[in-house]
Nanobody
Framework: QVQLVESGGGLVQAGGSLRLSCAAS????????VGWFRQAPGKEREFVAA????????DYADSVKGRFTISRDNAKNTVYLQMNSLKPEDTAVYYC????????????????????WGQGTQVTVSS
C-alpha cells in the first residue's frame, strides 16, 4: 500500500514557475513508477508526465514538453514536477499517481494503469 500527498500548488502569474512535490509512504516506493496528471474544471483528467522507478526514463505530454520536468529522489520517497513558463491553460488540479512496476523499468501514461492516487493540489496561473 502506498499513500501519496501532493504539495507545492498555488497561484502564479503567467511565465512563472512552481515545483510540485509528491511524497509517498512505504519502504518500497523505489519499486513504483509515478505519473502526474491534471484535471481542469469541466475537463477530463489528462496525462502530464511520468517517470520510471529509477528516474532514468521519463515521458511528457506534448503540451508541457520543454517546460515541465519530472524527477524523483527515492531516498526521500518523493517525486517532483518542476513547472516553468506556466500558462493560464496549465490551471488545474494536479494529481500524482503510482503503480508497482514489474516490467523492469518502464513508465505509464494511462489513468487506468495507476493503482494509487493523491488528493491533488491546485495550480492556478493568472494571465
Amino acid at each position: 500500500q502506498v499513500q501519496l500527498v501532493e504539495s507545492g500548488g498555488g497561484l502564479v502569474q503567467a511565465g512563472g514557475s512552481l515545483r510540485l512535490s509528491c511524497a509517498a509512504s512505504g519502504r518500497t516506493f523505489s519499486s513504483y513508477a509515478v505519473g502526474w496528471f491534471r484535471q481542469a474544471p469541466g475537463k477530463e483528467r489528462e496525462f502530464v508526465a511520468a517517470i520510471n522507478w529509477s528516474g532514468v526514463v521519463t515521458d511528457y505530454a506534448d503540451s508541457v514538453k520543454g517546460r515541465f520536468t519530472i524527477s524523483r529522489d527515492n531516498a526521500k520517497n518523493t517525486v517532483y514536477l518542476q513547472m516553468n513558463s506556466l500558462k493560464p491553460e496549465d490551471t488545474a488540479v494536479y494529481y500524482c499517481a503510482a503503480t508497482r512496476d514489474y516490467s523492469g523499468g518502464r513508465y505509464y501514461t494511462r489513468i487506468n494503469e495507476y493503482d494509487y492516487w493523491g488528493q491533488g493540489t491546485q495550480v492556478t496561473v493568472s494571465s
